[in-house]
């Protein structure tokens, strides 16, 4: 399985930004997508989940703020992000697995960057 990021970038606070990523070789083993951030110095941490049935999962820090969705024919994962904030400023990762958490799959990341 590859994932491949896209849509990072500079944007200034209270601007928006679409995040993609573009799977392959996914059968089943990708039912659950996913992002994940990491700023520096700081812990990589969960922003959102989507499953196969539609299902989602968002960390409190983005709820209301941040969309997940994922189109199951094309196996490509998308994130809107609305309303930034400086602390979003983080390098931001796609990821899959066959089970929800438990991520086997990795991108390399796309960076993220708001100005205040």
């Known amino acids: 399985v590859q994932l491949v990021e896209s849509g990072g970038g500079l944007v200034q606070a209270g601007g928006s930004l679409r995040l993609s990523c573009a799977a392959s070789?996914?059968?089943?083993?990708?039912?659950?997508m996913g992002w994940y951030r990491q700023a520096p110095g700081k812990e990589r941490e969960f922003v959102a989940e989507i499953r196969s049935d539609g299902r989602t999962y968002y960390a409190d820090s983005v709820k209301g703020r941040f969309t997940i969705s994922r189109d199951n024919a094309k196996i490509t994962l998308s994130l809107q992000m609305n309303s930034l904030k400086s602390e979003d400023t983080a390098m931001y990762y796609c990821?899959?697995?066959?089970?929800?958490?438990?991520?086997?799959?990795w991108g390399q990341g796309t960076q993220v960057t708001v100005s205040s």
């Open positions: 070789g996914c059968i089943s083993n990708c039912n659950a």
């Open positions: 990821a899959a697995g066959p089970v929800s958490f438990k991520y086997e799959y």
